[in-house]
């Protein structure tokens, strides 16, 4: 049975399309050797993101990220066991969102702009509306 973890973070400035696009080419190495998929949203220093594969693998790679000194505040989100996968042919799907696209987020998903509160993960809500989001929105 496959994992997922979902976690939020600010980046420690606003990153330039150059180097997400050197964060993407090494997640995009890793990932495949490590057969690990996802998407990354990133909105002005905001990221979500979204972590799919074995789950020891998951939790190792989540460990790594935590130490990565370009992010911080890093809060899990959500994490569970998952009969497939979301994004099984990402090996980590993008998307820069735009202000609005950020806001209109925060009105689906409370934990955006208040990650402490008690939210309810089990309806698939997180999941559902991120591949929904990239489905209409993504570029590789």
């Not at 939020?8 to 495949?32: C, K, P, Y």
């Not at 790594?64 to 090996?91: G, M, V």
Request: proline content about 2%.
């Amino acid at each position: 049975m496959d994992y997922t973890l979902v976690y939020l973070s600010s980046s420690v400035g606003l990153l330039s399309e150059d180097e997400i696009s050197g964060i993407l080419a090494q997640s995009h190495a890793n990932n495949g050797s490590l057969n690990i998929t996802g998407i990354l949203l990133y909105c002005n220093g905001s990221i979500i993101q979204v972590l799919e594969g074995e789950k020891g693998k998951v939790e190792a790679l989540y460990n790594t990220i935590a130490r990565d000194t370009r992010h911080k505040n890093l809060l899990r989100l959500f994490s569970a066991e998952i009969e497939q996968r979301s994004f099984p042919d990402w090996l980590m799907g993008y998307r820069t969102l735009a202000s609005h696209e950020f806001d209109h987020l925060q009105e689906f998903l409370p934990f955006v702009s208040n990650p402490l509160s008690a939210a309810s993960n089990k309806d698939g809500a997180v999941m559902g509306l991120l591949k929904s989001f990239y489905k209409n929105n993504h570029r590789n």
